[in-house]
C-alpha cells in the first residue's frame, strides 16, 4: 500500500496544516475518473460538500452530473426527518443497481445518516455494496480511505468527534458567496433532533482561524460571507477564552466584507451584545432566522427548547425595535407528541403576533434515541397534515404581506446568477434575503446592484435595475 503523504490538526490546542500531497501513484488510479456528488438537507451539508468535492479533485476525479457515468457516487446525506433518510435509501438503489453493470463502481454514504449507529449497522448488515460509510466529523478522512485498499467496507464514524479541523481546503460552489463554519455540533438536545447525536458536542474554531479564512475571502473580492453553526450563537463558549458570537460578527464585519449574514440562531443564546452589533454595522444583513417551533410554552418544555413564548416575543421585539428593518424568519414544527388543538391555536397565534417574513414548516417525525422517541407519538398523519396545511396558508400569506411591502421601493440586491425560471433575467437577494428576480445585463452577476420592485408573490419578487 503507498504512503499517502496526508496530515491533519488532529489536536485542537494547535493549529496544524491540513494539506493533502497527493503521491503520483495515486493520482494515476483516479485521474479522469468521474464522481457524482449528491447533496441533501442544510446548508452545513452544502458547504461540506464543498469540502467533499476538493479532495475529490485533489485525488484526480472530475465532477460528473450524470449517475449513470460515475465511477465513484457520494451521497452526502441528511437525517434531520424520516422523509430525507428515505430519500438515501432511494437513491442508494439506484446505487447498487448501477453497481451491477459497473463492478468497480465506488459507493460512500457521508454526512448525518453516516453519523446514526443504527443506520451504520444496517449498511454493515445490508447494504455490503456500500463501500465507504464516513460520519460527518470525519470527512477529512475521505482521502486516506480512499487511498487504501478497497478490499472491504471501511466504516469510520465518530472516532474524532473532538477535533476542529482547520485550513480546510474548500472547492467552494461560488465565487460571489461564501460559507464559513464557525462551529460544529449542537449541544442543546431539544427532544426531537438528531443533530447532537449526528453531529456531536459542540466545538467553536478559534476566533483567529476563522479571521483569517474570512479575510482571504475578502481579499479575493467575495461579497457575502455567511457564518454557519448548527446552533451559531453560542460560539466560542466551549472555548471560553474570553469572546462570544458578537465579538466574533464585529470582527468580520470590520474585514469588509460588503455583506455579512449567520445561521442558525437560537433564541437561548441571543444576547443584547449581538443585537447591538448588528445595528451597529451596516455590511450586517438585517435578517434573522429565528426558530420558534411551537407557541405554546407546554410544548416548548417538552420540546426542551429552553424558552417560554414571552421571553421569545420580548427578545423578537427587542430586535425590531433595534435593527432598524429587520426580517425574521422561523422554524415551527407541527403535531409534536400530545399537540393539542389549543396548542397548534396558539402557534397560530404566534404566527399572527410575529408576521414572520417566512417560515420553514415540518411535520414531527420521529427519530430513534432522541428524547421525543420515548414519548407517544399521538398526534394522527392526517391531523398533521391538516395543521400543516392551516399553518402554511397563515405563513404564505405573511410573507406576501411582506413582499408587497417592498412595491414601488427601491432596494438593495446582490445578483447572483441566472434566474432558473427565465434566463433572461437575473436571480440575486435583498438584504433581508429576500429573493428577487432582475430584468438586467448578465455581466451585472456579482454586483449590489439598486432595483425598483415591481412585482411580489409569496416566495419572491420582480423587479428592474436602476441605473
Ligand atoms: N421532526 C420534524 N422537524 C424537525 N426539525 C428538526 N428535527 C425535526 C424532527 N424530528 C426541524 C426543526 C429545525 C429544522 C432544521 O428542522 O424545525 O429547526
Ligand atoms: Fe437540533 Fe435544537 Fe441543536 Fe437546532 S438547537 S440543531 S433543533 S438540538
Known amino acids: 500500500m503507498l504512503k499517502p503523504n496526508y496530515d491533519i490538526a488532529k489536536d485542537r490546542s494547535k ?9 503520483n501513484e495515486i493520482k494515476k488510479i483516479y485521474d479522469g475518473k468521474k464522481y457524482f456528488l449528491k447533496t441533501y438537507g442544510c446548508q452545513m451539508n452544502v458547504h461540506d460538500s464543498e469540502q ?44 447498487k443497481h448501477l453497481k451491477k453493470e459497473k463492478k468497480d463502481l465506488i459507493i460512500i454514504l457521508m454526512g448525518c445518516m453516516a ?3 443504527d443506520v451504520v449497522e444496517d449498511i454493515e ?16 478522512d475521505l482521502p486516506k480511505l480512499l487511498m487504501e485498499k478497497l478490499d472491504k467496507q471501511n466504516i469510520l464514524v465518530h472516532s474524532n468527534s473532538d477535533i476542529v479541523p482547520e485550513n480546510i481546503i474548500y472547492k467552494r460552489d461560488s465565487d460571489i458567496c461564501a460559507w464559513v463554519n464557525v462551529m460544529f455540533g449542537c ?33 479575493s473580492g467575495y461579497k457575502e460571507i455567511t457564518l454557519l453553526g448548527q446552533n451559531v450563537n453560542a460560539y466560542g463558549k466551549d472555548l471560553n477564552l474570553g469572546y462570544d458570537f458578537a465579538t466574533l460578527l464585529e470582527n ?10 449567520f445561521v442558525t440562531s437560537h433564541p437561548w443564546d441571543f444576547t443584547d451584545k449581538m443585537i447591538d452589533v448588528i445595528s451597529k454595522y451596516d455590511n450586517i444583513m438585517p435578517y434573522i432566522h429565528l426558530p420558534i417551533q411551537s407557541g405554546s410554552n407546554r410544548i416548548l418544555k417538552k420540546m426542551n427548547r429552553r424558552y417560554t413564548k414571552e421571553e421569545y416575543i420580548t427578545l423578537f421585539n427587542k430586535m425590531k425595535e433595534k435593527i432598524p428593518g429587520v426580517a425574521i424568519t422561523t422554524d415551527i ?18 404566527v399572527n403576533y410575529c408576521k414572520y417574513d417566512g417560515a420553514y414548516t415540518f411535520i414531527y417525525s420521529e427519530r430513534k434515541g432522541t428524547a421525543s422517541s420515548f414519548m407517544k407519538d399521538d398526534v394522527s398523519q392526517e391531523e398533521k397534515e391538516n395543521r400543516l396545511h392551516r399553518l402554511n396558508e397563515l405563513v404564505n400569506k405573511y410573507s406576501k404581506e411582506s413582499n408587497e411591502k417592498l412595491l414601488n421601493k427601491v432596494v438593495k440586491v446582490l445578483l447572483i446568477g441566472e434566474s432558473e425560471k427565465d434566463k433572461e433575467k437575473l436571480y440575486g437577494y435583498t438584504e433581508t434575503m429576500k429573493l428577487v ?28 435595475i436602476i441605473k
Not at 450 to 461: E, G, H, R, W
Request: proline fraction near 2%; charged fraction near 25%.
Open 15 to 23: 493549529t496544524k496544516i491540513n494539506y493533502l500531497d497527493v503521491d
Open 52 to 95: 467533499i468535492s476538493s479532495y475529490l479533485e485533489m485525488l484526480g476525479f472530475a465532477r460528473t452530473e450524470e449517475l449513470a457515468n460515475a465511477d465513484i457516487v457520494v451521497l452526502n446525506t441528511c437525517a434531520i426527518r424520516e422523509n430525507a433518510h428515505d430519500k438515501v435509501f432511494g437513491y442508494l438503489g439506484r446505487c
Open 115 to 117: 453519523g446514526q449507529v
Open 125 to 140: 448488515k445490508n447494504h455490503k455494496y456500500v463501500d465507504i460509510v464516513i460520519g460527518p466529523n470525519n470527512i477529512f
Open 187 to 219: 449541544d442543546k438536545f431539544c427532544t426531537y433532533c438528531i443533530v447532537p447525536f449526528t453531529r456531536g458536542r459542540e466545538r467553536s474554531r478559534k476566533m483567529e482561524c476563522i479571521l483569517n479564512e474570512c479575510k482571504a475571502l475578502v481579499d
Open 252 to 261: 468580520v464585519a470590520k474585514l469588509g466584507i460588503p455583506r455579512l449574514r
Open 333 to 350: 414544527i407541527v403535531g409534536f407528541p400530545s399537540e393539542t388543538e389549543e396548542d397548534f391555536q396558539e402557534t397560530l397565534d404566534i
Open 437 to 464: 428576480n432582475v430584468s438586467c445585463d448578465k455581466k451585472e452577476i456579482g454586483n449590489i446592484v439598486s432595483v425598483n420592485i415591481t412585482d411580489a408573490k409569496s416566495f419572491s419578487l420582480d423587479g428592474n
